[in-house]
């Protein structure tokens, strides 16, 4: 029986993951699981899996939960960062899900890695501003950061151990989003309701938007850099409308291998806990003969300048993509709250870096501060 903990359980990552501990209930276990605010659904979440720790990010959501969980004496209620580092730490469980968005995982996840419990890694922003210090330490510690993205996921399930010195490139799968083909007079009239289309995923509102930006591609380049030890020059962006090849890796001697697989998420949050051993799964499967041609694009970073915009601020390196995200997350809410149009969350981004004096090699708190300042210009 494997225990688990499931930072971010009521998000779209999380809700998938408890689907897969459902079907594998002899299997799995759930000791601990964080939420953000929502009590309603958490709590019923909580009476479900009867995990040993609930935490609640939201302090009068916690204090509300401990009131309906009064019958249940079994379920420590905690809160805030200070809740979610203890259930990180805690000894009862061999493996966190970092399903949580935002920079708000990155403190987490260095207690779960200190703690020794191996990651399932579905917090992009981990890696994408703290990747320098979360790979030593997991190397350090001997955890495994197993990725949960399908993208990753598609090119961890490639690789199979093979070193990072005989990959010639990383083909890194894009579906286009719901505005792929689109030029920019086109794109300056989408609403958020229009971006939030998705064409194959089911996934969160803020996610939703950065793939119709490509700025989830740029932020998973930068992810795929420090999980498979490449330069961000060697991980290839391939626009695949389909979504059924996921990812690939091309070796030195020129053979290409990938993964293939209907566009569910619950398949690589599947072989990331069950790792290394692959279970049965009751999902939609893969039908080559319906699904009938594959075709790949480049990607246009010049209408779609998030992906431009994240390589830049990869290769600038240090607090940058830091900066690059923070940018994003608060461009991404205004445009979800209607107060900017689609373009100008570029725009919002690129003057964040222009203005940004970077820091390289920054710890933890360099990191949080140069988050702070930048959502401080917005």
């Known amino acids: 029986m494997k225990k688990i903990s499931v930072l971010g359980s009521t998000g779209s990552i999380g809700t998938q993951t408890l689907e897969v501990v459902r079907q594998n209930p002899d299997k799995l276990k759930v000791t601990a699981m964080s939420a953000g605010k929502n009590v309603d659904l958490f709590e019923k979440q909580v009476r479900e899996f009867m995990p040993a720790m609930a935490v609640m990010g939201d302090e009068d959501a916690a204090k509300d939960l401990k009131d309906r969980l009064s019958d249940l004496p079994s379920v420590k ?22 399903a949580i968005v935002g920079m708000i995982g990155i403190r987490p996840t260095i207690a779960a890695i200190e703690s020794g419990k191996d990651i399932a890694l579905a917090n992009k922003e981990t890696l994408v501003c703290a990747g320098h210090i979360i790979m030593p330490l997991a190397k350090k510690m001997g955890v495994k950061i197993l990725p949960v993205d399908s993208e990753h996921s598609a ?15 990383i083909i890194l799968t894009c579906s286009g989003g719901p505005f792929r083909g689109m030029k920019k007079e086109d794109l300056a009239k989408k609403t958020c309701e229009d971006a939030l289309k998705h064409p194959n995923w089911n996934m969160g509102r803020k996610i939703t938007i950065d793939s119709a930006t490509l700025v989830n591609k740029g932020l998973e380049v ?17 626009i695949h409308p389909q979504s059924v090849l996921h990812s690939a890796v091309e070796y030195v001697d020129g053979a290409v291998i990938g993964q293939m697989g209907t566009p569910d998420m619950k398949l690589p ?8 051993d692959r279970m049965p799964m009751n999902a939609q499967k893969l039908d080559l003969f319906s699904v009938g041609a594959l075709t790949f694009e480049k990607p246009d970073t010049d209408t779609f300048r998030g992906l431009a915009l994240a390589i830049k601020a990869a290769k600038t390196g240090g607090t940058m993509p830091t900066v690059f995200n923070a ?17 100008d969350i570029y725009d919002d981004i690129e003057k964040a870096m222009d203005d940004h004096r970077v820091i390289q090699n920054p710890s933890v708190d360099e990191i949080l501060e140069a988050e702070k300042n930048a959502r401080g210009a917005f």
């Open 77 to 98: 209620v905690l809160s805030g960062m200070d809740g979610m580092l203890e259930m990180a730490s805690d000894p009862g469980s061999d493996i966190m899900v970092t």
């Open 155 to 169: 090119i961890f399930q490639s690789l199979q151990g093979s070193p990072s010195e005989r990959i010639a490139r």
């Open 222 to 238: 930068m992810e795929a850099s420090w999980l498979f030890g490449v330069e961000t020059d060697r991980v290839c962006v391939t």
């Open 269 to 276: 949050i599947n072989y990331a806990l069950f790792y290394p």
């Open 327 to 343: 940018a994003n997350e608060e461009a991404v809410a205004r445009f979800l709250d209607h107060k900017i149009g689609f373009l």
